[in-house]
């Protein structure tokens, strides 16, 4: 009967848990794993976090699912598994798709100033995640990040702005919200769009976001 199933695997945005998922429902023939962040070795590059996340995926042929920064690390775990479909919501697909503000951090190293020591007490990390201007989305998100350690949070925020990715994976399906500020939707193409959707439509559309999963993976 198990190996009737659909395997999903999950992983979430910027140091968030797996919490975040808490709103995406999906038929008894789906089963959902999220993977966990692991934290960075000392100087380890995106590529080898990648395979170390990779390893963790124990279903043949899934479908790997990324949100935000998860989506970035989806895609180059992509190059080490054999994937039914690859999906990122509320993400980029290269380089070209980052705003400006980020790619002006990468160039000034300005990442470095974001004081990750204090996260837990400050809402620096978040905003540079969920976007400035709303502080109610601020507050929602804060509840969900989870992942305290200042050595992954400084790799985290260096390697989402230095990505150096520069043509898409022909093969992945993006969803997009339309009034997402953190990738604002005038960079990013070819995605599915939702309507209303902001950076954290992954928990207050989860029914939205449930129903457009399965008609991606129905199709």
């Known amino acids: ?9 999950f992983v979430p945005g910027m140091a968030a ?54 989506g970035v690390v989806v895609q180059e775990m ?6 039914r479909k690859l999906i990122i919501i509320s993400s980029v697909k290269s380089r070209k798709e980052l705003p400006r503000r980020m790619k002006l951090a990468s160039l000034t190293k300005a990442y470095k100033l974001i004081p990750t020591s204090l ?28 992942v305290r350690s200042k050595q992954y949070l400084d790799w985290a925020l260096e390697k989402m702005v230095t990505w150096n990715r520069t043509e898409k994976n022909k093969n992945i399906i993006h969803i997009h919200g339309e009034k997402d500020m953190v990738f604002p939707i005038k960079y990013v193409t070819d995605c599915e769009v939702i309507k209303g959707g902001t950076h954290i439509m992954i928990l207050n559309k989860g029914g939205e976001i449930s129903q457009k999963l399965l008609e991606i993976i129905e199709e």
């Open 17 to 70: 848990g797996s919490e975040i998922f808490r709103n995406i429902k999906l038929p008894e023939n789906y089963e959902i794993h999220i993977l966990e962040w692991l934290i960075p070795e000392k100087g380890e590059d995106l590529q080898t976090y990648a395979k170390r996340m990779a390893l963790r995926v124990e279903e043949k042929d899934p479908i790997l699912i990324g949100v935000s920064f998860g």
């Open 119 to 146: 996260v837990l007490s400050a809402e620096d990390l978040t905003k540079f995640s969920v976007g400035p201007k709303s502080k109610k989305r601020l507050a929602l998100y804060q509840q969900y990040l989870h």
């Open 78 to 83: 992509s190059k080490f598994l054999n994937l």
């Open 1 to 9: 009967m198990n190996s009737a199933k659909t395997h999903l695997y």
